[in-house]
């Protein structure tokens, strides 16, 4: 029987790097691309060169796969293949010096605090729906939540008297961040409606009107059709955690803090930000300074 090298890889990594189960999953469906492909064209994984796997990522390319993508599918690539050099499989990496693709500077969309508050005030809160949108939407600006941690979020991680709510993040890190006064109004408003709901059993913070967990799918469906309300367009749970940390480096907060309240492991992620606030300041100067229009 052949040995399922990936598999074995996917363990190790989900043992020794404590990897979210989105990430496992981007992994394996990374490198099963990889052995499709080599499987079809005859060959090895094993045995496959730096020019091989050049050859694969630009047949990738062909499918017009982004450059995000495919600095992932490298990173796993370049894993698996250290594990495999780790694991006495190989003496050499094919991997190793293979070229990532440039990382092109963007800048993450955010709403202004305008917008942000339009789209706060969307939700019918004289529904039970609506309130408990309400209440979401307020913890996700107010926390700078991920999608996956308010799914996932229990009624217990709120602490409301103290202002403190405690979720876990990517590769199972738990971490603590403040709620502001707004979000605690809202959430006690919602957890009182909460406890109407007949035959609960799950004690996830936001449930259905049926006591059932909410999904990805449906919480972003719920912020795309609350955006579309008040004119709002490609809004994503995502662009809320955005807001969250660019109103707050924007209103001077240290970038130290910014980080930990985010869950960012390197604070270079989190400078995107500071790029942000730059670019709002620079518009601002050009737009209404006497000095910067050219005579």
């Given amino acids: 029987m052949n040995r399922d090298y990936i598999r074995e890889y996917i363990s190790y990594v989900r043992v020794e790097k404590g990897l979210s189960k989105n990430s496992l999953e981007a992994y394996e469906r990374d490198l099963r691309k990889l052995d499709a492909w080599t499987a079809k064209n005859g060959l090895q994984l094993l045995s496959l060169t730096r020019q091989d796997l050049r050859e694969w990522l630009i047949d990738l390319s062909g499918g017009r796969i982004s450059e995000s993508s495919k600095r992932r ?30 990382k092109s500077f963007y800048l993450p969309k955010f709403l202004t605090q305008h917008e942000m508050e339009l789209l706060l005030s969307q939700p019918d809160v004289e529904t039970g729906s609506g309130l408990r949108d309400r209440a979401m939407l307020e913890l996700m600006y107010a926390c700078g939540l991920r999608v996956s941690e308010v799914v996932n979020l229990k009624v217990q991680n709120a602490d409301l008297d103290g202002g403190i709510l405690t979720c876990t993040g990517k590769g199972g890190k738990t971490r603590r961040v403040p709620i502001g006064k707004n979000a605690i109004k809202w959430l006690r408003a919602y957890l009182a409606e909460r406890r109407k709901i007949e035959k609960i059993t799950v004690d996830n913070l936001f449930v259905s009107a049926f006591g059932k967990p909410l999904t990805r799918q449906q919480i972003h469906s719920m912020i795309k059709e609350q955006s579309e309300k008040c004119g709002l367009k490609d809004v994503s749970p995502h662009t809320l ?55």
């Fill in 73 to 102: 599918l490298i990173s796993s690539v370049r894993g698996f293949y250290k594990f495999l050099m780790t694991d006495g499989h190989l003496e050499k990496s094919p991997a190793e010096d293979l070229d990532t693709p440039f």
């Fill in 241 to 295: 955690r955005h807001s969250f940390a660019t109103h707050l480096i924007q209103n001077r907060a240290d970038i130290r803090s910014v980080q930990q309240m985010l869950g960012h492991a390197d604070i270079s992620t989190t400078q995107i930000y500071t790029h942000i606030t730059d670019a709002h300041l620079k518009t601002a100067y050009e737009n209404f300074h006497p000095r910067s229009k050219k005579g």
